[in-house]
């Protein structure tokens, strides 16, 4: 197939690298006082440092990715289905750090298998749509098939427990598989499946699930959950519209514990205000628009699905990231992309950019028309 190769998407390379230099800045701001306690007054720089190290591989990632053939990554979709699913059963297994199961640690190298799994998961359902788009509208190959292969990784992931990115990963399933050509009854039938799925963590995870509902109900009802979500709005009301200054944060002076990761946008809120958070959160609208945008001109159904799977990953940790901040969702532990200190989520975020930037060069071939796919001619 002669393809015709076309510029990288600007909007999309830019909106991320400015992101991520922000993210340093900020995650420096956020982190140097936590710096200090663990180097016993050492270095300010300490989480810093370690970030740009994990950039390291990131970057390695992100430059081979966005120039690698990325169809050649279909061959990978079932092999990387199957390891995912077998590093979530090893997690669990190795044993766990408090109530949390998340981490592989090899060595000095630790990584959130889940991470990989988000990413396996929408790689594995853009090869598989792909390859069936003619027969999508059929229950068997439509529902049953895709749900055999992602829910036992689903189900997984809640054992950890970590529901919020069992939850997201759900949500991008059954946005993907509608845009693949299932019928909306049928999507209803995988929401039926869904909600049992959540309801065994539940059952089995109450103490869990409990108190992070009730720390969303009443804030200084649930212990640490509840006083980290009271004091990111205070951090919020404090910055008001145009912020303390940068570096002026009272809240990360032990008041607030989460400074770096999950809680990282009170800061921004905080010391930059309202208006830069909104700039922060239009961003992430700019990278899922652009995504969309990326998967109209695609040169197949392969690519036009990893785009707006892709998107609606990185979009959706940051609406729910922030959602949790400004206290509208429950307390999730979804780090905010390109900007939390973590290396998991950094290295996978930009490994889906790298594969964003790669589709934006081929000629377009397939349409997706009304939120559902057609083939020209």
Known sequence: MNIKERK??????????????????ILFSASWIKSLEITDGASRMYFLQNQLLKFIPGIIVFLIASHFNYRKLQYLAPVLMVGSFLLLVYTRVQGCDGDSCRWLSIGPISFQTSDLARFSVILFLADYIDR??????????????????????????????DNSTAIILLTIVFALL????????????????SVGAIGIFILNNKNYALSRILSFLDPNSAGNVGYQSSQALIGLRQ??????????????????????????????????????????????????????QISKKSNDIFGIILSIGFGLSITFYALINIGVVIGVIPVTGVPLPFISY????????????????????AQRKFKVKKWRLRVDG
């Not at 788009?133 to 809640?158: A, D, E, N, S, T």
């Not at 009854?185 to 039926?192: D, E, H, N, S, Y």
């Not at 973590?342 to 060069?361: F, H, T, Y």
Request: hydrophobic content about 55%; proline content about 4%.
């Open 8 to 25: 990288q998407d600007k909007w999309l390379l830019w909106t991320v690298i400015l992101l991520t230099i922000f993210g340093l800045s």
């Open 132 to 161: 069936n788009y003619k027969y999508m509208h059929q229950f068997v190959k439509g529902i049953l098939i895709p749900l055999c292969w992602v829910l036992p990784i689903c189900l997984m992931i809640i054992m950890q427990p």
């Open 178 to 193: 509608f845009i693949g050509g299932v019928s909306l009854p049928q999507i209803g039938t995988i929401g039926v499946l």
């Open 239 to 292: 910055g008001g519209v145009t912020g303390m200054g940068i570096g002026e944060s009272i809240q990360k002076h032990s008041y607030l514990p989460e400074t770096h990761t999950d809680f990282i946008f009170a800061i921004i809120g905080e010391e930059l205000g309202f208006i830069v958070g909104v700039m922060v959160m239009i961003a992430y609208i700019v990278i899922l628009f652009r995504a969309i």
């Open 342 to 361: 973590g290396g998991s989520s950094l290295i996978i975020n930009l490994l889906m950019v790298a594969i964003l930037l790669n589709i934006s060069k």
